[in-house]
Nanobody, 123 residues
Framework: QVQLVESGGGLVQAGGSLRLSCAAS????????MGWFRQAPGKEREFVAG????????YSADSVKGRFTISRDNAKNTVYLQLNSLKPEDTAVYYC????????????????WGQGTQVTVSS
């Protein structure tokens, strides 16, 4: 059974930083593109950042460019999201997701999802 487990969320003041981790039980983790998405209360889920299956290419939403960085460690079956210069509007539940091979910013194309980790940014 595939499991994605996020960790690292919490409460932080505006301007602060957090590092989210997502540990995956995928046997061939290196074959999967990984994505981070978020959902704020009353809003639709939105794409945050993605990374190709070998980690050579990264993608991020305009709203987080220059502030958030996605990376992966295939030896540890883990993908990370570094969140810097956090803003109150970044408050959301953050989810990681896995898709075989090809990256996408469309959450509907991801096969596996974690349970999410809450990030709350106070002003």
């Amino acid at each position: 059974q595939v499991q994605l487990v996020e960790s690292g969320g919490g409460l932080v003041q505006a301007g602060g930083s957090l590092r989210l981790s997502c540990a995956a039980s995928l046997r061939t983790f290196s074959n999967y593109a990984m994505g981070w998405f978020r959902q704020a209360p009353g809003k639709e889920r939105e794409f945050v950042a993605g990374i190709s299956w070998r980690g050579g290419n990264t993608y991020s939403a305009d709203s987080v460019k220059g502030r958030f960085t996605i990376s992966r460690d295939n030896a540890k079956n883990t993908v990370y999201l570094q969140l810097n210069s956090l803003k109150p509007e970044d408050t959301a539940v953050y989810y990681c997701a896995a898709r075989l091979f090809l990256y996408s910013d469309n959450g509907e194309r991801y096969a596996y999802w974690g349970q999410g980790t809450q990030v709350t940014v106070s002003s």
